[in-house]
């Protein structure tokens, strides 16, 4: 493992999980990270507990595909999400706009 991925995992060891679920649902668009058993217990308190209410076994789950996320080797990717608001085909619209976007960005880095 380079020092790296060292430095993000040992980071990632006191970030806080409420935290790292959004980031985790952001960049993949996963409904799981929202609901059990990763939904963390509600804390009206001004300074949560810092297991959020999860186990160990699932703060680990969370740490570990949060540390998979951002040591993407592929940094330069641009991560693009694309579903139909209403129904559930748009006829290719969505992926047309995709391919286009993909193109144009490709000139860019001509």
């Known amino acids: 493992m380079d020092t790296n991925r060292i430095r993000l995992r040992r980071a990632l060891e006191h970030a806080d999980l409420r935290v790292l679920l959004m980031v985790l649902f952001h960049r993949t668009g996963e ?7 990763y939904r963390p217990r509600r804390d009206v308190r001004l300074i949560a507990e810092e297991d959020a209410g999860l ?18 080797p592929d940094a330069g990717v641009i991560h693009v999400r694309s ?8 006829l290719g619209l969505n992926r047309r706009r995709v391919e ?10 001509r």
């Open 31 to 37: 409904r799981r990270w929202l609901e059990p058993p």
């Open 100 to 109: 286009d976007l993909r193109r144009r960005l490709a000139t860019l880095q």
């Open 55 to 72: 186990p160990p076994g699932i703060q680990q789950a969370i740490r570990a595909a949060a540390a998979e996320l951002l040591a993407d």
């Open 83 to 90: 579903a139909s608001r209403v129904g559930t085909w748009d």
